[in-house]
């Protein structure tokens, strides 16, 4: 199955180009800024690179999110227009699960961190394993030392992503043994694997939706600093 996996939610997002589970390549974008320009082009000329149609795409898979608004919407538009033009499959991926699935053959239990700016992350924890990923916890937007006390401490997940260094006081608070990993948020490959393994659920472009977990500034006003419950399944 040849796929075209798209990542606008990150700061190193870009585009993937796989068949069969094979990464074909990567055209990797590192400005979010610059997402909207430059994402067309970048799919444009990684096909032109695998001598590929866009007609020959069997499967679209899109991060929704979470990331920033801007990033989340220009992905979703993108996977949208192309699977409703031209009837391709598509499916959304989160990106906190593919940003843990990357991490899969280190340790099976990860927390995917992503800094969320204003004093906040967006994260959760993954089980993953071989073809397996499966959510511990719920994805949420929230203060690092409010989610970090809520888990138990035998959990001893990998943290991994952008939101562990400005973190990392916390997190070793949380465990003096904490396990820390990369602290980038690249997720191309992962994003790619996760759409074969989950091709079956793919759908139209309609259903396609956003993982914003955070409500915009114009639909809310509320403290950075609220509460949250959390529902750990060991």
Do not use: H
């Not at 094979?22 to 994402?39: C, H, M, T, W």
């Not at 967006?122 to 916890?137: F, K, M, Q, T, W």
């Amino acid at each position: 199955m040849k796929t075209l996996g798209i990542d606008t939610t990150t700061k190193n997002g870009g585009v993937v180009l796989g068949s069969g589970g094979v990464n074909l390549g990567i055209k990797s974008l590192d400005n979010p800024r610059e997402y909207a320009d430059q994402i067309i082009p970048a799919i444009e000329n990684l096909l032109a690179q695998n001598r590929l149609r866009l007609q020959e795409i069997e499967l679209i898979a899109v991060a929704n999110g979470p990331g920033g608004f801007t990033g989340v919407r220009v992905g979703l538009a993108v996977a949208k227009a192309i699977s409703q033009s031209l009837k391709i499959p598509s499916i959304g991926i989160s990106t906190l699960e593919a940003l843990a699935y990357r991490f899969r053959e280190t340790t099976p239990l990860i927390a995917p961190m992503i800094d969320a700016q204003r004093g906040q992350v967006y994260a959760a924890i993954y089980r993953c394993a071989g073809d397996e990923s499966v959510l511990r916890s719920p994805e949420v937007l929230v203060v690092p030392e409010v989610w970090l006390e809520s888990l138990p401490e035998r959990t001893s997940p990998l943290f991994v992503g952008t939101g562990t260094a400005p973190y990392s006081e916390e997190i070793f608070c949380y465990s003096s043994e904490a396990q820390v990993g990369p602290s980038d948020d690249c997720i191309l490959d992962s994003l790619l694997q996760l759409a074969n393994m989950k091709s079956s659920k793919a759908a139209t472009a309609t259903e396609l939706v956003a993982n914003y977990i955070r409500p915009s500034d114009a639909e809310v006003g509320s403290t950075a600093r609220s509460s949250v419950t959390m529902e750990y399944e060991d």
